[in-house]
């Protein structure tokens, strides 16, 4: 079950914001016992590096490595470390939070910040006026803990990429903010015989002559199948750690369990950080709904990233085709430095993550995890691509919207959204935005991917068959919708079209009903002219 020392039984305490693993311990906080593969980890490789998302418990893995080797043996008392580890020695551990020296103006700053984050070991260890920049600094601190301790050095880099993310678009700050970095971490590499583990995380990963040029043997661990679960929470601890918080959540929203425990598996579940992943949660979201006992987009409290928008609108990223997309590992595990397009920034920053994997080509599919991702991106996406806000789609239009779908009430649906798109306002810069895409047909199946992944539903856009691609393919529970945009056309030529190139037949044995939908769409008026529906 859930680790917890709660003074109070009766009440489940829930580490929303706590990443401190001591505190979680003394406090009675829920803890999901990770140690064995943390003690696994120790003993791999002298340096490790760890990808992964934002708000995905590598903070907590931090801290709990800082109190492992530093030998607090009591905060560990019934965890799976104790019946690994003998030794509990007291290693001298330097612990550093890189994110704090983030949003920095400068290089002359951001070295200020980085020599920040050591001055609380300035105190314990001395410092030498002499080191005047971080990676001097640094390179003494881990000498004197080394010397006035006796044993090697334990060094724990949380973050390490925060600065260098926030200016990943502007090439003259990046290449400064990279030098200063780089000069910070050399000194892992030339203090190797004082180190007995060196322990790194971040989101994206940078190439070797960045970062980590140091480095010639670091051993990155991201897409280790064996420590895929690292951090996050499983399917199986769902299942059983926390069984009585699913109870409770169900209780709330007056369901059964199992309907509790599917729901959650929708919203938060469908992470998978190797070949061969278990079933991972976001542990951010699960526990703040358990916490408030309320299903929503937690993960998306702060918006989506700048700098992946950035990144997507230079790369003019085809978000239609996230969903199902194939590429080999070098694709999205690549330096984000190198990339050619934001799939590695995606992957890495957690909008997209492994859905299958053919052994044979070794080739990954990759796709949105779950709702939550799915809803909360394409509500910062969609005023961004389409100048559509995510409030106008969800108020009122996609109740209704929703509502005619579920009803298997096709044309009262497709009225609605006539009705809706109608509405909108003319939107700044819209003749710019069609020059972004290939084909004006091509900005309007965005605009309608947008909108029906602001409601869950899935959806694939140009979708091969053996005589053409439909435009778009709709799933839903009980029914399929095959839809064919004719820009400046008729319906009735989209739907000849459907009919006439088989879009429909690949569908045939699926069990679901196939509604078919031609559409015509009017370029001057913006807005749908007529549709034209066949079951």
């Known amino acids: 079950m859930a680790y917890t020392n709660n003074p109070y039984p009766d009440e489940r305490r829930y580490p929303v914001g706590i990443q401190t693993f001591s505190e979680i311990i003394n406090n009675g906080y829920v803890y999901i016992d990770k140690t064995d593969l943390m003690w696994r980890m120790t003993r791999l490789s002298k340096y490790i590096f760890l990808s992964r998302p934002r708000r995905f418990g590598k903070s907590l893995l931090t801290t709990t490595l800082c109190s492992f080797f530093e030998g607090r043996r009591d905060l560990f008392e019934g965890l799976k470390v104790m019946d690994l580890e003998k030794e509990w020695k007291k290693y001298p551990v330097l612990h550093i939070d890189v994110s704090m020296a983030k949003a920095q103006e400068n ?52 973050e390490y990429d925060a600065p260098l993310l926030e200016v990943l678009h502007e090439d003259e700050r990046l290449e400064g903010y990279r030098r200063v970095m780089q000069e910070f971490y050399q000194c892992l590499k030339a203090n190797e015989a004082m180190i007995r583990f060196c322990f790194i995380t971040g989101i994206t990963k940078f190439p070797q002559p960045s970062a980590f040029s140091c480095f010639n043997n670091i051993t990155n ?8 679960a690292i951090c996050g929470i499983t399917g199986e601890e769902i299942d059983t750690q926390m069984k009585p918080d699913v109870e409770r959540l169900a209780e709330r929203y007056k369901c059964t369990a199992q309907e509790m425990r599917e729901m959650l598996r929708q919203t938060y579940d469908g992470y998978h950080f190797s070949e061969e992943s278990p079933d991972i949660y976001n542990p951010f979201s699960l526990m703040k709904a358990f916490n408030q006992l309320r299903l929503t987009n937690w993960w998306f409290e702060s918006g989506t990233p700048s700098y992946l928008i950035r990144q997507m609108r230079r790369f003019r990223t085809d978000i239609t085709k996230l969903d199902g997309l194939e590429a080999p590992a070098s694709a999205f595990d690549q330096p984000t430095e190198n990339m050619r397009n934001a799939l590695p920034l995606l992957y890495q920053s957690g909008y997209m993550t492994i859905k299958d994997y053919d052994p044979q080509g070794e080739i990954f599919t990759l796709g949105l995890p779950n709702k939550e991702v799915r809803v909360g991106f394409t509500e910062g996406l969609l005023p961004a691509i389409s100048g559509i806000e995510g409030s106008d789609v969800q108020a009122g239009f996609a109740v209704r919207f929703w509502r005619a779908l579920r009803a298997d009430d096709t044309d009262l ?19 710019k935005k069609l020059e972004e895409v290939s084909t004006a047909e091509g900005f309007y199946e965005w605009s309608f991917y947008l909108i029906f992944s602001m409601l869950n539903v899935y959806v694939q856009t140009q979708v091969k068959c053996a005589r053409g691609k439909a435009d778009m393919v709709v799933f839903m529970p009980d029914t399929i919708y095959v839809m064919e945009l004719k820009i400046n056309g008729t319906a009735q030529d989209a739907l000849d079209q459907i009919n006439d190139r088989g879009y429909a037949l690949r569908y045939a044995t699926d069990g679901r009903r196939i509604v078919k939908a031609g559409i015509g769409f009017s370029v001057e008026k913006r807005a749908m002219t007529d549709y034209i529906i066949e079951n």
């Not at 649906?413 to 003749?431: D, I, M, N, S, T």
């Open 107 to 158: 290089e002359k700053e951001l070295r200020g910040a980085l020599l920040l984050q050591l001055k609380p070991y300035f105190k314990k260890y001395g410092d030498d006026p002499s080191e005047t920049t971080p990676g001097k600094a640094f390179s003494g601190l881990i000498r004197r803990a080394y010397e006035q301790n006796g044993f090697q050095v334990v060094v724990v880099i949380d």
């Open 221 to 228: 661990i991201s897409l280790d199948p064996q420590f895929a």
């Open 413 to 431: 649906a497709l009225r609605e959204l006539q009705a809706y798109l109608e509405e909108l306002p003319y939107v700044e810069g819209f003749k």
